[in-house]
């Protein structure tokens, strides 16, 4: 059965419109809710965004049976250790409802660790940490995602099957999905469209086998329940 999430609005300069969403996402009985882990809104250095660890915190305290996720918590921007605890804390307060998910970053990324002095190693090594703290983290019990955007690498997908974790794609096709039969696939973007069409497409990234689909921060969160609860499978 596949569980729908939406990402929260973090775009702003303060948190209690993405914790009212929360709140309501809990209520209509979506499955779960994500935050990026960014500096800025991806491609615009003069936006503001929250911060996600502070945010992770405030929704753990906020809601009481909503799975909380990151998509995804970056490698590097803080040391490996205090990423593995921050997730850690939070997986705690929520009561182990987190989902851990991790990602190296890509060029896109970059520059923001480049304009606040944090370090952007090779990919090689930011894998080997990404490696190191999925790792702990799935020896904790708490679920963890692999961030592979729009399509899994072989080195994406040989962290994944190492530690045990499921990977994320992002705002791709079906195809990407089907192409996974071994790990779990999750998916995550973009839905547009009323509760009809979005229906359809929660629809067929489960048949090709996504176990969840999170929606990018729609229009209407009714909307995307009104969706979730129209799934053959219940949603």
Same mark, same amino acid.
């Given at each position: 059965?596949?569980?729908?999430?939406?990402?929260?609005?973090?775009? /702003?300069?303060?948190?209690?419109?993405? $914790?009212?969403?929360?709140?309501?996402? +809990?209520?209509?009985?979506?499955?779960?809710?994500?935050?990026?882990?960014?500096?800025?809104?991806?491609?615009? *250095?003069?936006?503001?965004?929250?911060?996600?660890?502070?945010?992770?915190?405030?929704?753990?305290?906020? !809601?009481?049976?909503?799975?909380?996720?990151?998509?995804?918590?970056?490698?590097?921007?803080?040391?490996? +250790? $205090?990423?593995?605890?921050?997730?850690? &804390?939070?997986?705690?307060?929520?009561?182990? /409802?987190?989902?851990?998910?991790?990602? !190296?970053?890509?060029?896109? &990324?970059?520059?923001?660790?480049?304009?606040?002095?944090?370090?952007? *190693?090779?990919?090689? $090594?930011?894998?080997?940490?990404?490696?190191?703290?999925?790792?702990?983290?799935?020896?904790?019990?708490?679920?963890?995602?692999?961030?592979?955007?729009?399509?899994?690498?072989?080195?994406?997908?040989?962290?994944?099957?190492?530690?045990?974790?499921?990977?994320?794609?992002?705002?791709?096709?079906?195809?990407?999905?089907?192409? +996974?039969?071994?790990?779990?696939?999750?998916?995550?973007?973009?839905?547009?469209?009323?509760?009809?069409?979005?229906? &359809?497409?929660?629809?067929?990234?489960?048949?090709?086998?996504?176990?969840?689909?999170?929606?990018?921060?729609?229009?209407?969160?009714?909307?995307?329940?009104?969706?979730?609860?129209?799934? *053959?499978?219940?949603?």
């Amino acid at each position: 059965m596949v569980k729908v999430g939406v990402t929260l609005p973090q775009f /702003r300069h303060e948190a209690d419109t993405a $914790l009212a969403a929360a709140r309501q996402a +809990e209520e209509l009985g979506l499955d779960g809710v994500f935050v990026f882990d960014h500096l800025w809104p991806m491609g615009s *250095p003069d936006r503001p965004i929250i911060s996600a660890a502070p945010v992770l915190g405030a929704l753990a305290a906020a !809601t009481t049976s909503i799975a909380i996720g990151t998509l995804v918590m970056r490698i590097g921007l803080v040391p490996d +250790e $205090l990423l593995v605890d921050q997730l850690r &804390s939070v997986a705690d307060i929520c009561d182990g /409802r987190l989902i851990a998910g991790l990602g !190296t970053g890509d060029r896109l &990324s970059a520059e923001e660790n480049l304009a606040y002095g944090v370090p952007y *190693p090779p990919a090689d $090594l930011r894998r080997q940490s990404l490696r190191d703290c999925a790792g702990r983290l799935c020896s904790d019990g708490i679920p963890v995602w692999i961030g592979a955007g729009a399509s899994v690498a072989p080195g994406t997908r040989a962290v994944a099957a190492e530690v045990g974790a499921a990977v994320n794609v992002w705002n791709t096709g079906v195809a990407a999905v089907e192409a +996974e039969d071994e790990l779990e696939v999750t998916w995550g973007g973009p839905l547009p469209g009323g509760p009809r069409a979005m229906a &359809s497409r929660m629809g067929e990234l489960a048949g090709a086998g996504a176990s969840w689909v999170v929606c990018a921060w729609p229009d209407s969160l009714d909307d995307v329940a009104t969706a979730a609860r129209s799934l *053959p499978s219940g949603g």
